[in-house]
């Protein structure tokens, strides 16, 4: 090789260790932003690994109740672009039950993703500007659907938990705190959690000293499931017997896995005989007037010991459009005072109720859910 040729090799080599230089500092150039910077992968409540914007600013929600835990987390609502059938201003009724949505009504506002409850159009879907839609539900058997919907509309899907506190507490939690993680709602999840977790203690810690003997036998009716149900309609995990060690004669039957209600016949309801009965008043829309009308009026069930004996007492609805962990909550306390009145003497039913829905959902509205139950919360019912 000649002197010249030599030189332009050594020439060209350093050029092109040089822009070899160039390039690698350009790729480890922090502030250089990468397709997926804005993105995060998370596993949903159902296993399925989903690809979404990092703190999306515009929402779609599904399912049954959906809304609930988006309010739960205190997100900005401007944030929502699309919600559930039943969410919207074309589901109307008026003795609205759900806390969250008498706290907030103006979530009717938003557009509506489909013509009935857990149904997403996909053209509306994708007029909405969603950046991500929320499915909620208790089943994974609407994987499948979440799946389609992405590949129709290219949106993904994240799906979350809406069950009963009860049974599926964990997977609650989960659902809270990925939620939070999706939305930089972190904190707030935390103290959504918290402060359930702080209710149960306080409720539990107040019965933990009374005795078995002293615990008396008590049912609960008129639990809403798909809905309105009449005095055969009952919870066998019912969140406030629960938590006060209360003796459930429904306890341990039906399909708890799955509902959280369980339909009796009327000859085991006389059978256990119940020494307390509390009426759930989601069952006023019930046929023919629901669980009071007939503890009432039926010859049956007036020879109950609790309808003989005038313990018949109302508790507000906490099935609607799913559950409501909040007036779960709130009931805990009204059957701990009708139970046990020396260890809740100090709870004023309304307000302790308020405190619940102002931390949970935004507002003080139990005199509002109050109206829609014809003025009969948390009362002693009589003929």
């Not at 009963?164 to 959504?192: C, F, N, Q, S």
């Not at 019912?238 to 009796?264: H, M, R, W």
């Not at 508790?315 to 609607?320: E, I």
Request: hydrophobic share 40%; glycine share 8%.
């Amino acid at each position: 090789m000649s002197v010249c040729r030599r030189s332009l090799a050594v020439v060209l080599g350093c050029i092109f260790a040089i822009l070899l230089c160039l390039c690698a500092g350009c790729v480890s150039t922090p502030e250089t932003p990468t397709e997926d910077a804005n993105t995060i992968t998370v596993t949903d409540a159902f296993g399925r690994e989903v690809t979404i914007p990092d703190n999306p600013q515009k929402i779609a929600v599904s399912g049954s109740g959906s809304m609930r835990y988006f309010v739960y987390l205190d997100v900005d609502l401007d944030r929502i672009v699309a919600v559930d059938y039943q969410d919207s201003s074309l589901f109307s009724r008026s003795n609205e039950l759900r806390p969250y949505l008498l706290a907030n009504p103006e979530i009717k506002n938003r557009q509506e993703l489909g013509s009935a409850m857990a149904v997403v159009d996909n053209e509306k879907l994708l007029a909405s500007g969603a950046e991500v839609l929320f499915m909620g539900g208790a089943s994974s058997s609407q994987v499948e659907v979440a799946d389609e919907i992405t590949a129709k509309t290219g949106i993904p899907v994240v799906m979350f938990y809406t069950g009963d506190y009860v049974t599926k507490g964990d997977e609650i939690r989960k659902t809270l705190r990925m939620l939070g993680t999706i939305l930089h709602e972190e904190e707030r999840a935390e103290e959504i959690i918290a402060y359930f977790a702080s209710i149960e203690e306080d409720i539990k810690t107040r019965v933990a000293n009374v005795s078995e003997t002293d615990k008396p036998t008590v049912y609960v009716c008129g639990i809403s499931y798909n809905g309105a149900h009449g005095a055969d309609g009952t919870d066998p995990t019912y969140l406030p017997f629960t938590l006060l060690g209360a003796e459930n004669v429904a306890a341990g039957i039906g399909d708890i896995s799955q509902t959280g209600y369980a339909k009796v016949a009327k000859e085991q309801i006389l059978a256990w005989d119940p020494d307390i009965i509390f009426v759930d008043l989601g069952t006023l829309t019930a046929a023919e007037g629901g669980a009071l009308v007939e503890l009432w009026n039926d010859p049956a069930y007036q020879k109950l010991s609790a309808v003989k004996n005038g313990n018949v007492y109302t508790v507000n609805p906490h099935t609607s459009m799913n559950v409501n962990h909040e007036t779960s909550l709130a009931n805990a306390y009204y059957v701990g005072k009708v139970l046990y009145p020396e260890q809740f003497a100090d709870i004023d039913q309304a307000e302790k109720a308020d405190e619940i829905y102002e931390f949970v959902v935004g507002a003080p509205v139990f005199d509002l859910l109050n109206a829609n139950v014809n003025n009969l919360s948390y009362q002693k019912v009589e003929a």
